[in-house]
């Protein structure tokens, strides 16, 4: 079976970096997602890593370890607007589908 | 905006009804995806079509029926309601359905009373 587990709540003040921890257990990868969603709303993309590393896109970042099973969600420059749900995914096989974590709730404080 | 659409976006029905949720996907997307999401279950994958066949089933119940059409727009089936039924339901697009890139739409929210 396919299992992630990610902090449930973070918090932190504007201005701060945040790292958001997503450990899986897959049969199959194919890479690491993340999704971020405002109470309420869909679910929208925010960056994807396929190999070991570093991939940054603006104030977001993410990593992936693949021997460890292990990834993370950096957030620089925090900003209120940023206060949401963030997801981690996995994609165990060719085809489409996602495996969700459950999410880690952020709130940022002014 | 995603540019995937969703109808309804509310829905109030009682136990035992059936209801159908639609979507429909990005321009030019051949894949959708259907989530169910609920307080204590996070995002789950019910099930996943391709340029009009099932490709992929997650857990959904049996009570639960879906189908893509020739013109890509998806149906969600959902029958013999129950209480535990109430959730926001998503659907999902992608041009292929291979990519981890998935673009959802405002989801139907459904309550059951």
């Known amino acids: 079976g396919q299992s992630l587990e990610q902090p449930s709540e973070v918090t932190a003040v504007e201005g701060a970096i945040v790292q958001i921890n997503c450990t899986y257990q897959t049969s199959g990868f194919y890479g690491l997602s993340w999704y971020q969603q405002h109470d309420g709303g869909a679910p929208t993309f925010l960056s994807y890593n396929a190999l070991d590393g570093l991939e940054e896109t603006g104030r977001f970042s993410s990593f992936l370890s693949r021997s460890d099973s292990y990834g993370y969600l950096l957030l620089q420059e925090l900003q209120m607007k940023d206060s949401a749900s963030y997801f981690c995914a996995v994609r165990g096989s060719t085809l489409g589908r996602l495996y969700f974590g459950r999410g880690t709730q952020l709130t940022v404080w002014p | ?113």
């Not at chain 2, 136990?15 to 989530?35: A, E, F, N």
């Not at chain 2, 204590?40 to 992929?56: H, K």
């Not at chain 2, 998806?74 to 339901?89: H, T, V």
């Open chain 2, 1 to 113: 905006d995603s540019g995937v659409t969703q109808t309804p976006k509310h829905l109030i029905t009682a136990t035992g009804q059936r209801v159908t949720l639609r979507c429909s996907p990005r321009s030019g997307d051949l894949s959708v995806y259907w989530y169910q999401q609920s307080l204590d279950q996070g995002l789950q994958f019910l099930i996943q079509y391709y340029n009009g066949e099932e490709r992929a089933k997650g857990n959904i119940l049996e009570r639960f029926s879906a189908q893509q059409f020739p013109d890509l727009h998806s149906e969600l089936n959902l029958s013999s309601l129950e209480l535990g039924d109430s959730a926001l339901y998503f659907c999902a697009s992608n041009q292929r359905g291979g990519g981890n890139e998935q673009f959802f739409g405002p989801g139907t929210r459904l309550t059951v009373l």
